[in-house]
């Protein structure tokens, strides 16, 4: 109990990073999700293959490798500068689960029942119109389970960030360990804990959002 006593509040020091990095990568990964996903449902081809390229390398190489490049190789390579570790950790998680849930958006948009299409284009509907009042809302009720699995896969790939010298949560567990390392397994579950009660509010809401998605999509 000494020991825990001792490692928790140094640990709750990291909740603060673990957490702003977290709330960012979530509104511009979301951002990104909803602006390849209409994208990839241009009639533009250039847009569409731009768009598929930009989700094709994200989901196929590693996070890890994506986070260094923001950090290390960019500004070596090109001299773009990021800005601080911050946001290079903020872009590779964005970008990186934007381009998975782009296709959750693509997909979604695509199983509205063909009968709604029908329907709206009856009463005479623009393309846009039929987008915004019907197909998209029935849409994103069918995003919503996926869309709240990746709010937790985001919050487990914040600590990450500790790798490019961010102070969050992990950050804060290595030196612990580096500096006792008989303390070493409690440090990490003590780590494990500290991720898992900021979980539970997605998880919950997961599980609305399950709930909601049951309800109002046409299935014909």
Do not use: H
């Amino acid at each position: 109990m000494d020991a825990i006593a001792d490692i928790f509040p140094v640990l709750l020091k990291g909740v603060e990073i673990t957490v702003k990095v977290l709330l960012a990568s979530i509104v511009l990964g979301y951002l990104m999700a909803f602006i390849a996903g209409f994208c990839k449902l241009s009639r533009n081809v250039i847009i569409r293959k731009v768009t598929s390229f930009y989700v094709e390398v994200f989901r196929g190489t590693s996070l890890i490798v994506q986070l260094f490049w923001f950090y290390y190789a960019l500004p070596i390579l090109f001299g773009w500068e990021i800005g601080s570790s911050f946001w290079a950790g903020v872009f590779a998680i964005a970008l990186n689960y934007g381009a998975y849930m782009s296709e959750i958006v693509r997909t979604s948009i695509l199983s509205v029942a063909e009968g709604q299409y029908e329907a709206s284009t009856a009463l005479n509907m623009s393309r846009f119109q039929r987008m915004r009042l019907i197909i998209f809302p029935q849409a994103v009720r069918m995003m919503l389970p996926e869309f709240g699995n990746y709010l937790i896969l985001m919050l487990k790939s914040t600590s990450l960030v500790s790798l490019i010298g961010m102070t969050d949560i992990l950050y804060y567990g290595d030196i612990l360990r580096s500096s006792n390392l008989d303390q070493a397994p409690t440090v990490y579950f003590l780590v494990l804990v500290f991720y898992f009660i900021l979980a539970l509010p997605f998880i919950w809401l997961t599980k609305k959002m399950e709930a909601a998605s049951k309800k109002g999509v046409a299935s014909s």
